[in-house]
């Protein structure tokens, strides 16, 4: 279960129980002709950023317009409400996007912004995600992907005119709504004991999950090895010169198995280092891991001692890896 559904799950209580959303604020305004104004292309973008007014007082209404233009093909990945603008605040954003007659798009975003004190400030560059998906020659097969960063924007913020003191202050907003504080606390406590309930079956259905996920791997491990035993044993004992390649096939075949069941990592293992690895793995009881030292043993004679056992042994070695298999199998499913 995803993190959002307690406070979905809150936010639904609250709006039963008399709550209402935040109204929508008025879109910005459009820019004026003494607009700061900066301008960066690349291929086939094109970003605008305006902001005006370009003198402004602490206070006064401070707005940004930030334009893409960008060809057929191309896809931008544009800045949020709260993103590149430093230590200015948004306070009213918008968002529009159109198509030009050539198919290609024109993203518009205007900020209300709010100054955080007189004095000299900046508004950092934009930075702008370009994929470029228009089609190309040449073997990539993936379009390339950019970046964009507008101009930084130097801007001074003046203090607050004294000479406006006397002006009068904006009319009161209206009457306090009569719940004060907050919300009750037995709504608090029900939302707290409901979140605590969907945590701890959410933990609950996790845990049974990793359990079926690990019989599942147990089981198909276990299968994988027989299915690849007996295509080894109906192909018949090996010739001479194909006892390297055969005992090499069944030794992956139990190691194999062991990763998967046991998560003992093996491929990249001599059999020494694999085998102290194996005596810590959890479910292996020490008949099992002397059964395993002397069938790997077995192994290793062929491959780097030039022993050449005959059919018969060597479908004894086969039969013991199955035996192995089987008994912890065998085990598993007893207990």
């Known amino acids: 279960m995803k993190r959002l559904a307690v406070p979905t799950l ?9 709550g209402r959303e935040p109204a929508a604020q008025d879109a910005p305004p459009r820019p004026t002709p003494e607009a700061i104004t900066k301008i960066t292309e690349n291929g086939p973008v094109k970003a605008t ?23 057929p093909g191309v896809t931008v990945a544009a800045p ?3 993103e590149g603008l430093g230590r200015f605040h948004a306070i009213g954003w918008s968002h529009d996007t159109s ?33 470029d998906g228009r089609p190309r020659t040449g073997s990539a097969s993936t379009a390339p992907v950019s970046e964009l960063l507008t ?13 406006r003191a006397g002006e009068a202050l904006a009319p009161a907003r209206g009457a306090l709504p009569l719940r004060i504080g907050g919300w009750p606390r037995w ?3 029900v939302a707290i004991a409901l979140g605590l309930a969907i945590l701890a079956g959410t933990a609950l259905v996790i845990r049974a999950l990793r359990r079926r996920a690990v019989v599942r791997a147990r089981v198909s491990a276990y299968q994988l090895a027989v299915r690849r035993l007996t295509a080894l044993e109906r192909a018949g004992a090996p010739e001479a010169d194909e006892l390297d390649r055969w005992f090499v096939e069944l030794s992956a075949i139990v190691r194999k198995y062991l990763e998967d069941r046991y998560h003992v990592r093996a491929p990249e293992l001599t059999t020494e280092e694999f085998l102290q690895v194996a005596r810590r793995a959890a479910g292996l009881s020490a008949e099992h891991r002397e059964l395993l030292s002397a069938f790997l043993e ?5 491959k780097f001692a030039g022993y ?6 060597s479908l004894a070695t086969l039969k013991a890896a199955r035996a192995f298999i089987e008994d912890t199998r065998a085990q598993e499913v007893a207990a």
């Open 151 to 163: 101009d930084e924007i130097p801007l001074t913020v003046a203090p607050v005119d004294p000479a």
């Open 80 to 82: 949020f409400e709260d």
């Open 10 to 18: 809150l936010a639904v209580a609250l709006a039963a129980c008399g």
């Open 308 to 313: 050449r056992p005959d059919s018969t042994e």
């Open 99 to 131: 198509r030009r007659d050539d198919g290609g798009a024109i993203e518009v975003q205007r900020y209300s912004l709010e100054a955080p004190g007189s004095g000299k400030h900046r508004i950092p560059p934009f930075r702008l995600l370009v994929t």
């Open 298 to 302: 077995r192994c290793d004679r062929v």
């Open 187 to 189: 709504l608090i406590a």
């Open 49 to 71: 950023v305006k902001v005006w007014p370009p003198t402004p007082s602490l206070g006064d209404p401070l707005h940004l317009e930030l334009t893409i233009e960008s060809a």
